[in-house]
């Protein structure tokens, strides 16, 4: 085998390793969409005292938190 096939079978074997480690990785760390239903719906709607209100962008918010 010659001094070139030998680098190219090598940087083959490199970039398909490197590849299967990436599918790897990512299907690994994928992640399941969180579960709404333990949102909390009893908070106050709206509370003069301090101002908050739970508007729907604050709800969506609090169930990205969930994990």
Known sequence: ???????RLFLGT???T???????TVAATTE???????VNTSL????QKTGYRLTE???RYYETTLS
């Open 44 to 47: 106050p709607a709206d509370d």
């Open 32 to 38: 399941k969409a969180p579960d709404t239903s333990r």
């Open 14 to 16: 490199v970039s398909a």
């Open 1 to 7: 085998m010659s001094e070139q096939n030998k680098r």
């Open 18 to 24: 490197a590849a299967a480690a990436a599918i790897g």
């Open 57 to 59: 962008h604050i709800r």
